[in-house]
Each structure stands twice: as C-alpha cells, then as structure tokens.
C-alpha cells in the first residue's frame, strides 16, 4: 500500500515540475459549506495499542501552578525504521519534583502497537518536564531527545542502538534554569546544525506554595499574574557537540520577560530564515523575526501578531500552522483560555497578520473551552486542512455553571467545510468524552496514509486515536532528507508545496509542536478522491533556500532529498 | 474582612429594606455570603466587554406592588419587599449585594420570575452566563408578568453569546427587536453575531440601525461609541484601514475608555505605516486599561 521512494533530484524536477505555473496556481476554492458532508472518523485505539501508560503531574486535583500544565509528547524515529516511535517527557509532584515516575520511550511496532523500551533505553528521566523538542543535535544521522523541565532541562543522545545517554552537561546545557515549558529545534543561523529555543514560565518553588486566587466566588489556583515570569533561553550549536548560551546577546530578550508556553519556528516573514513564534500566557505573543547571525527582533505587536484583534493579550498555549486561505503563506492559530476564544491570525503579503477568528468560524465554538495543542491536518482527506484541538480547564474547581467552562473537556475537532470551519458533532465516542487533555501530535502513526493522533492529558491515561478513514489513494506523504546535513536532516523550515489540478497546498516542516511537543516533521497531504491526469507535483523549498521538484504516486510516502547544492 | 467589605458597599438603606420583611434571617445570609466571597471578581479581560449592556429601560426598578408589564391573562408576578433593593442594587452594578439579596428572595418564593431575572441578569455581568441562561429562561417560561419582562430575550442573547451558542444568541435578539423595535443593543447583538459569522453586510446594516436608534444622547455614548468601533472593524476587514481609523478615532471621542478600540486604533495605524501613532495608541490604550482597573477595584463589573 505504502511506497517509499527516495529520490535525489537534479535535472529531472525542470521537466517534472513547472515553477510558473505553481506560482500562478489559484489559491485552493473550498467547495460550498452545505455540500461538505463529515467523513472524519477516528477510534480510541489505546487499549489494545500497548500504551497504557497514566501520565503524573502532581497531586489530583491539582493545587499550585507547577501541576497545571501537563507534560508533551514527541514524535521521534530513534530506531531509524520510519515510522513514529514515542516519547513522553512525564511529570512529577510537588513533594519530590525532581524524582517522578519517569519519561516513557515506546517502540512502534506497527498496526499501531508499541512497545514500553524505556529501561533498556537508558533513559532514566525522573525530573519534572514539560516540553519536549526532538533533532540530530550532534549530527549523527539520529534523532535526539531534549526535554523542558523544570529545574535543570536534559539532552537525551541517541547512541543508536537503542540506547540514550545523558549529555546535558557535556552539551553544555547543564545548570538549573528554572522552569522550562518547551522546545524548538532549528537551524537559525543556517550553518546547517540544530539550535534551541527554549520557552520558559515563571519563578516558582515547590517549597513555597502559592496562595490561592479567587474567581467568581471560587478558590482557584493561583497564576500566572502576580508571579515573576522567566525570559526564554535561546542556544546555538556550536557543531562540535555543545551548545552555547545566546539569551542575553539574541535579542531575544529585548522584550519583557513573559510567561513562555510554547513556540514554533517557521519562516513567517518570507526571507528565508525560520523565525519563532512564542505564545505567551496572559502576555503578548512574540514574533521573533530572524535577522541572520543568531540576532532576532520581536515584531508581534508591529504585525498584528502579539495581541487579538481587540488588542488584547490572550493566555496562549498551543499553535497550529496551516494556510488556511490558500495563498500559499502560513497562518497561525492560538489556542486559548475559556471565555475568550482561540485565535486565527492570517498572514497577509504584506507581512501583517489579520485576526480571520471570526471570518472562519473558530472562535465561537471555543468559548467555554481552555484549549491547548492545535494542529491543522487534513483528517478526512478531502484536500483541506481541519482543525484539531485538545481541551481541558486548568482549574479542578471549574464548572460550567461556575465559570462557564468545566474542567474536563472534549476534544473540538472542526472540519473545513467551505469557507469556515465547522464544529464536528460529538456524535462519537471519542470526541464526546471529556478529559482534562494538554497536549497531543497529530501524525500518521500506523503508515496507513491517514493522520491519526496522541493525546496527553493531565494524570490521565495517554490516548491513541486511530483515523479510520482508511483509503488508499487520496493521500501523499512527503518526508524530507538531507543526508549531507550538519544536523537539520528533515528540512525543519522547509516549505512543502503541493500542486495537483487546480489544488494547490502548502506545509511547512516547523521546529516546535502543537503544545510542549514535536510536530511530525514530515507533510501529509490529503488529495481527495478525483485524481486527475498528472501525477501531484511537488516543490520543497530547504532551510538553504535549494529547491527540489518532482511528481510522486498518490497514495504514496516519498521521501525527498535536496538537489545537491543547488540554490 | 471579607464580611466587612461586603457590609461596607451594602448602603445603611439596603440593609434596612432587607431585613423589612426577613430581617435577620436575611442579614444572616448575607453575612455567611460574605463568609464565602473575596471581594470583587476581576472578570476575564477579553470577552464581548459590552456584552451584557442592558437597553436603557431593562433593569429600572420594579415597583413591587403593581407591575409595571402586568398583562390580565399573565399570572400576576410573586411580589418580595426585597425585590426593589435588589433590582437598585442590579442598576448600580452591585451585583454581589444583588447576589446574596435575590438568592434570599428566590428561598423564600422559588417560582419568582422577577427574581430569576434579575439573578439571571447578576450572573450574566459577572461572567457566569451558563448559570444566568436558565434562570432568564424560568423567567419567562413563568409567564408571570414583572417588570422587565419584555427585555429577557436581550440577555438570553447575551447569554448564549458568551456560551458561544451563536444561533441561539441570534433567535434570542431577533425575538427581542421583534417585540421591542427600539432595542439597540439587540441590533449591536445582532451586528455582532453576523461578523462572527462572516454576514458583513448584515452586521453593517443592524450597525447602523442600532447607530439610529441609540440617537446622540450623552447618556448614551458609550454605546455610540463601541457601534462606531464594530463599524470600523467592519472597515478594516475589508482593508479599508483610513475609514476604519476615522471610526476608530471617533469612537474613542466619545468614549476614551474602551481599552479594545484603542487596540484596533494601533493595529489599523500600524497598517497604514505610522509606527510611532500606533505606539502611541497603544500607551493610551494601557492608560484607558488602568483606568478601568481602578473602577474594577471597587466592585465587580
């Protein structure tokens, strides 16, 4: 069913693949909302999927801040077999905050089974952690782990025969840091290596609990007003193994420290160089555009991109990148806290971003929710992006009659349907349950060409969700590879153009995740079911600015390789 | 402290008209309220901040002996003597109070359909609409006549808009302006809800109606003033960003306190270029979010 090819193209893509006409291709035309009818089905797969894994972050309920935010998950080949194995970072509590149950690895098996192999991993991971961003750090052709934790965050290197050792010290990224959200690799100073974003929260000892707050009449947690927030860490590799600190000279701290929650590097301001975009809780969010030599400036507020359309700062979690408008440019969506509502903001040619929240239906159905990872993803393959996203108060106490907003949630899973998204009903098991869910990945876990999905909740049990649509054709999957990389061997900040007939789509491989995770670095496509006389074409744009092109099957995962050293 | 605060904004002339008919049974209540309440509820900063404004005449107080709505075939409302504090303390926007005094009320008369409104109204201001929605629907559903009555529909709109139940919000203000022509803020309701749902021309259409009805009154200017804001959004979504600043500027004429529209001011103003305008919205916009601070500090909004 599947097909791998691995192609290194030079002269070929000329013939395959016509530039021009790519870029005169109209922008994708959603069909009418009345004649989109629902073809997204999923299934809770976890229990027979070998993952029964209850994920701890601290006492239940919870009752200080540090419990609130759950732990991430990331999509990680360590075995180099291609397909997803996964990683979770794991919390702790408040008593013993550096001595948790542990991270968990999984081997997938296929037929989305897997296998706990964390003990012969090595990787014994007990610290309280959050984020997790995966990347060949040290460019051995395989992927490593880094982890967000709280106190002093852990480099994981894969030794490649299915053992990880803890380099954080010798990397040189040992020393308390406080605490650490999440992470994004990527190269930003296009020397071909993995540098580090790394976001972080706010001060806080466990030692010293912080009082609680009220609301509406209830008691609640207190944060993250009122509490010093922690400015982000930006690292770059040095390529000989270490990493050193450039926090301080970046730029990036130019504005106020904030409460860091998550990020993702993409370029969003069309010169090449992956910018990152930081979500804030209770802050303005950040825009720090790349100005080459690892020096960056924050322009959310000057696009449009820190506040909504109200100018106001929202407490921001996830992010999902897509291109919603079909113009080939990447749009962003935040997730957001309940009664206020989850944000798009659509990038525009002339590097601003307008707030399209209400012109494409996504905030209204958000309002009661507390949203956290977001990820576009064609589920039904119909040949444009849905909308997922997982839910789940922060406050134990919330209810809808008290804050209109209950602490467990169900997933909002909203499918394009036209213009606008549209809200699926919970007409299905796994979509009508609620849970307190903080992050998930969304990616095609058993290799049958559909986009199935992990979801990471609160002292909960992970979930696997399988995506039952199950066709064969109308689908392709492009993986990048650039065996000559210094580290960036999956083209994190590559963009992805797909052209068939009159449909055109754009991916972007991103460094970050939808929420303290690893977004699947590689593009799926959904094609629908005409397929037409010529085969999909594709165009990846690299990091460096080379282009690939080719056609590939429908139906079919192709892994690309950039021309050799072409621009 | 708590219970101190709480007596504190309760004025001498409430309390005395609480315990007129309920006496210390009431002030018991009030007093173990306090017990569970600190202070003022700072409600979430990016709601519809005018969600909840009530058309002029909605919450006047009731005179509890004759109705002011009463229909002959309507059951006649139940009449409390604390009805009337509560109702006054709903129109100063202390809605704590209003809290513990319409919470006794609906103790001792369950089935008071004045009370649940006015209840429902409370919990709408303080953010709490899903608790509001069913006590605005009893309300009606009583059939009871009472004051106010004919204005339910306007915050059941409201309501289910901050529940995010846009059809419904929309039946619910559609009703309302079918029985009271003049409710402008079921128009601006109605303007809202179409921009949410991409009818821009619907929503410039009940703009301007609502612009119409609401005149030029002083008192009204802070409702004049977000209608002219929503007509600028109206503006700047279609990228016409100098007639969205004009809408923009005249709003904040009228009205320098809307944190929001200072918001849009510094976007639109960093669309056309002028960096240094926009940043200098943005500052006054942080002065307009202090000031609205400090008159949150006193009492819930």
């Not at chain 1, 007990?126 to 060949?136: E, P």
């Not at chain 1, 600190?245 to 590097?265: E, Q």
């Not at chain 1, 393959?381 to 909308?387: A, C």
């Not at chain 2, 101190?4 to 309390?15: C, L, V, Y």
Request: with cysteine.
């Amino acid at each position: 069913m599947q097909c791998t090819q691995l192609l290194s193209l030079g002269l070929r893509a000329s013939v395959l693949f016509s530039l021009a006409s790519v870029g005169r291709a109209a922008p994708q035309q959603p069909s009418p909302e009345t004649d989109v009818a629902s073809t997204i089905q999923m299934e809770d797969v976890t229990a027979r999927s070998g993952i029964d894994f209850v994920t701890c972050s601290g006492a239940d309920p919870s009752t200080q801040i540090l419990e609130v935010k759950g732990g991430g998950v990331a999509l990680i080949d360590f075995d180099a077999d291609g397909d997803w194995d996964l990683f979770f970072p794991n919390g702790a509590t408040l008593q013993t905050p550096t001595s948790g149950p542990g991270a968990r690895l999984y081997e997938n098996l296929g037929g989305m089974r897997w296998r706990d192999i964390t003990a012969q991993s090595g990787i014994d991971h007990r610290a309280w952690s959050f984020g997790t961003a995966i990347g060949d750090y040290d460019g051995d052709g395989r992927d490593d782990i880094f982890v967000a934790c709280f106190g002093q965050n852990r480099l994981w290197r894969n030794l490649g025969d299915g053992r990880f050792a803890d380099v954080t010290k010798s990397a040189g990224l040992g020393g308390d840091t406080g605490w650490s959200t999440a992470a994004a690799m990527a190269d930003f100073d296009g020397d071909g290596d993995l540098d580090l974003y790394v976001t972080r929260y706010v001060e806080y000892d466990p030692t010293k609990p912080v009082q609680p707050a009220h609301l509406r009449g209830l008691q609640v947690i207190n944060g993250p007003r009122g509490i010093p927030p922690l400015s982000d860490m930006l690292f770059e590799n040095l390529g000989n193994g270490t990493f050193a600190d450039r926090s301080d000279t970046s730029g990036i701290r130019a504005p106020a420290a904030s409460y860091g929650l998550n990020a993702v590097v993409l370029d969003l301001t069309g010169d090449g160089r992956p910018d990152i975009f930081v979500a804030n809780d209770s802050r303005p969010n950040f825009l720090l555009r790349n100005l080459g030599n690892m020096r960056f400036e924050d322009i959310g507020t000057r696009v449009g991109l820190a506040t909504n359309i109200e100018g106001l700062e929202q407490a921001s979690m996830g992010i999902a990148v897509g291109d919603v408008n079909g113009d080939g440019r990447a749009d962003l969506l935040t997730t957001n806290f309940s009664d206020d509502t989850n944000t798009l903001m659509v990038s525009r040619a002339d590097g601003f971003f307008d707030d399209a929240t209400a012109r494409f239906g996504v905030g209204a159905p958000s309002r009661t929710l507390c949203g956290w990872a977001a990820a576009f993803a064609d589920l039904d393959h119909d040949g444009d992006e849905d909308l997922f996203i997982v839910n789940g108060h922060v406050y134990p106490q919330a209810t809808k009659a008290a804050l209109n907003s209950d602490y467990a949630q169900p997933l909002l899973v909203m499918e394009r349907a036209g213009a606008r998204f549209r809200t699926l009903p919970a007409a299905q098991p796994w979509l009508q349950t609620p849970h307190r869910d903080r992050s998930a990945v969304v990616a095609d876990l058993d290799r049958d060409g559909d986009l199935d999905a992990v979801i990471v909740g609160l002292n909960q049990p992970v979930r696997i969700l399988r995506n039952t649509h199950d066709t064969k054709d109308d689908w392709a999957v492009i993986a990048l590879n650039d065996p000559a990389s210094r580290g960036n061997r999956t083209g994190v900040g590559a963009r992805i153009e797909l052209l068939e007939g009159t449909n055109r789509q754009v991916r972007w491989i991103v460094g970050g995740g939808p929420f303290q995770s690893n977004a699947a670095q590689e593009a799926h496509f959904g094609l629908g079911s005409k397929a037409h006389a010529a085969p999909p074409q594709v165009r990846v744009t690299w990091p460096d600015g080379r282009i690939s092109q080719q056609s590939v099957e429908r139906g079919t995962r192709t892994v690309i390789a950039p021309p050799s050293q072409e621009r | 402290m708590l219970r101190t605060n709480i007596i504190k904004r309760m004025r001498p002339a409430h309390i005395f008209a609480a315990r007129t008919k309920h006496g210390a049974a009431v002030v018991a209540v009030l007093f173990l309220w306090g017990c569970q309440t600190e202070g003022t509820q700072k409600t979430p900063k990016n709601g519809e901040s005018q969600a909840a404004s009530e058309p002029t005449e909605q919450v006047a107080t009731p005179k509890p002996k004759s109705p002011v709505s009463a229909n002959a075939e309507q059951p006649q409302e139940m009449t409390h003597p604390n009805l009337a504090v509560a109702a006054q303390l709903v129109a100063s926007g202390s809605f704590l109070d209003a809290e513990i005094v319409l919470t006794a009320i609906l103790r001792d008369q369950p089935s008071s359909a004045q009370a649940k409104f006015l209840l429902g109204v409370v919990f709408l201001k303080t953010q709490r609409a899903a608790r509001a929605l069913p006590l605005l629907q009893a309300s009606l559903a009583s059939g009871q006549a009472f004051s106010g009555r004919k204005h339910v529909e306007h915050f059941i709109g409201w309501a289910n808009y901050q529940l995010g139940e846009l059809d419904a919000a929309k039946r619910a203000f559609q009703s309302h302006v079918a029985e009271v022509p003049t409710a402008d803020d079921s128009y601006y309701g109605l303007a809202v809800i179409a921009l949410d749902e991409d009818r821009v021309a619907d929503a410039q259409q009940a703009l301007e109606r609502a612009l119409e009805l609401v005149g030029s009154s002083p008192r009204r200017v802070r409702d004049r003033a977000k209608m002219l804001a929503r007509l600028g959004d109206i503006e700047f979504r279609a990228d016409r960003i100098e007639p969205a600043v004009d809408l923009f500027e005249q709003s904040l004429e009228l009205y320098a306190d809307h944190v929001e529209v200072w918001g849009k001011l510094a976007r639109a103003l960093d669309r056309l270029g002028r960096a240094d305008a926009a940043e200098a919205a943005r500052v006054k916009q942080a002065a307009a979010q202090a000031r609205v601070d400090a008159r949150g500090r006193g009492e819930a909004e």
